[in-house]
């Protein structure tokens, strides 16, 4: 009981903090824009009427439609280039020594720094789209899944080895249960990378996604629906990271 109540107080916490942030946007614009048509544009009403009127319009779930599946096949490279190498590098100290520099090395470099290089290479389309995702996602992926095979209790990986266990079953039944939690995590983090990223990378020549809805809305001088889609992608953005949390405290061991 006393558990569902402080779920409740957090909740009721949480959406008083939207709320705040609503009233300083409004006043954001009806203090401080003044009178000026422009601002106006950019103001919580018309921006609230113009996602009304968005979500009316089945072109706008196309465009969703289109980015969340870029933010799919993303993660998806990433977790099959970072969980392998991660348990690779993970599992000896060598190869962990040899690689850390050079990962270190790129993990700084910005996503967005390898656009015009990838573009060149890949022209445009959704090809350099996942590159781009994939580079940014992998790291969150393939340090956790490293640092979560550094904690393995190695009481676990000697049980496995009095018991005969071959390589397969070990990495079955022990390895992977036990960075479950650190992959998820690394998940987690991946998926704001990969939302954070996506919709510059959607300006790169494409016909649909957010990004690309984005200009276009610029390139009408639609302000409100402008504002309307920075509404939207943070909802959106709330929403994944929403799910990647229940899929920790679903999947994580205790």
């Not at 009403?45 to 706008?60: H, I, V, Y």
Request: contains cysteine; hydrophobic residues 55%; glycine residues 10%.
């Amino acid at each position: 009981m006393r558990q569902r109540s402080s779920s409740t107080v957090r909740g009721l916490l949480g959406v008083a903090g939207l709320l705040c942030l609503l009233l300083l946007w409004w006043l954001g614009v009806h203090v401080f824009g003044g009178n000026d048509s422009l601002v106006l544009r950019f103001s919580p009403e018309a921006t609230l009427a113009s996602l009304g009127e968005l979500l009316l319009r089945p072109e706008l779930y196309e465009h969703v439609l289109v980015s969340l599946k870029r933010i799919l096949v993303g993660l998806l490279l990433a977790l099959l280039i970072g969980v392998p190498l991660g348990l690779m590098i993970g599992s000896y100290r060598h190869l962990e020594a040899a690689t850390t520099p050079a990962f270190q090395f790129l993990r700084m470099i910005s996503p967005l720094s390898w656009m015009p290089v990838v573009v060149m290479l890949l022209g445009v389309g959704d090809q350099p789209i996942y590159f781009l995702l994939t580079f940014a996602a992998v790291w969150p992926i393939l340090l956790n899944t490293v640092a979560g095979v550094r904690q393995l209790d190695p009481r676990w990986l000697q049980l496995s080895r009095s018991l005969s266990a071959t390589r397969w079953e070990t990495l079955r039944k022990v390895i992977l249960p036990g960075v479950l939690g650190q992959v998820l995590t690394g998940v987690r983090l991946s998926i704001g990378i990969l939302w954070i990223v996506l919709v510059p990378c959607e300006m790169l020549g494409v016909s649909a996604g957010l990004g690309y809805f984005i200009l276009d809305t610029r390139d009408r001088l639609a302000y409100s629906e402008l504002m309307a889609m920075v509404l939207l992608i943070g909802v959106l953005g709330f929403a994944l990271d929403a799910f990647a949390r229940w899929l920790h405290r679903r999947w994580a061991p205790a």
